[in-house]
């Protein structure tokens, strides 16, 4: 299979542990023996932390969000150097270049793109253009809610929810100050107009992920720790 995974900065990079960093590599070397894999890795709290400075200084949004993909792919470049000669050694810089990494049979690794998204973002539009079989969206929640189960405790979780529904759930979410939705709104407009299969998963723990996606995720059936979007019935 074709896999692209959006690894949320705020599992992979928190608190900038290396044994963290070391995990998810070990994990992501024995996905790639069995799958094609290419990987973003998002920004996290540093990120945040950046962006937050460059606000408060009076920075535009779109100088803001181009500090957060320097970030993106800082983490990016932490990862490669954890996964030693196993890691595509170049971070992609787009899409294309994406595409030619991935021919190499290392693991592809690469930050954001260009401003107004997230990395959900790049990672939906790459596993589009790359026709993958399989995105996966790694990051704290066990999948996506009727609303933010942080401010709602009616919040109900779905093992399999369509990429129309998601489309209405991520924006209402959206709308309300203060909640964070666990897909980027663009991503969940990418996945609804190539059909993709996704997967959103709590992927705080890296053994968790690997077994997921080494053999569950070539089933597609439902799991406890996440939910697939599909237009499968
Ligand atoms: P992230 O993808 O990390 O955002 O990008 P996030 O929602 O905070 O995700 P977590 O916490 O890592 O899971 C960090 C920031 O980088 C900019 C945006 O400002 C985003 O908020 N960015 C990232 C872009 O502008 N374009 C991109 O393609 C990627």
Redo the contacts with the bound molecule.
């Keep these: 299979m074709l896999i692209v995974l959006?690894l949320?900065?705020?599992?992979l990079?928190k608190d900038l542990d290396s044994d963290r960093f070391l995990k998810y590599a070990t994990v992501l070397r024995d996905i790639s023996k069995k799958h094609t894999l290419l990987v973003i890795t998002?920004?996290?709290?540093a990120?945040?932390n950046y962006?937050g400075a460059a606000r408060a200084m009076g920075a535009d949004e779109v100088t803001?969000?181009?500090?957060?993909?320097e970030?993106?792919r800082l983490n990016a470049r932490l990862l490669i150097a954890a996964l030693g000669p196993d890691g595509y050694p170049e971070i992609p810089l787009n899409y294309l270049e994406a595409s030619k990494a991935m021919n190499s049979g290392k693991v592809v690794v690469m930050?954001?793109?260009?401003?107004?998204?997230?990395?959900?973002?790049?990672a939906a539009i790459l596993a589009e253009y790359l026709r993958a079989d399989l995105l996966t969206i790694a990051?704290?929640i066990d999948g996506v809610y009727s609303s933010d189960p942080n401010c709602d405790s009616s919040a109900v979780k779905y093992d399999t929810i369509s990429p129309e529904k998601l489309i209405s759930i991520v924006m209402a979410i959206e709308m309300k100050a203060g909640s964070?939705s666990p897909v980027?709104p663009v991503a969940a407009k990418i996945i609804e107009r190539c059909k993709l299969d996704a997967l959103v998963m709590d992927a705080r723990d890296p053994a968790l992920l690997g077994e997921i996606l080494g053999e569950e995720a070539a089933k597609k059936s439902p799991i406890s720790c996440g939910t697939w979007i599909t237009v499968r019935k």
């Design positions: 959006s949320g900065g705020s599992i990079a998002g920004g996290g709290e990120a945040r962006i803001c969000d181009y500090i957060g993909i970030i993106t930050g954001g793109v260009t401003p107004g998204q997230t990395t959900d973002a790049v990051t704290s964070k980027d």
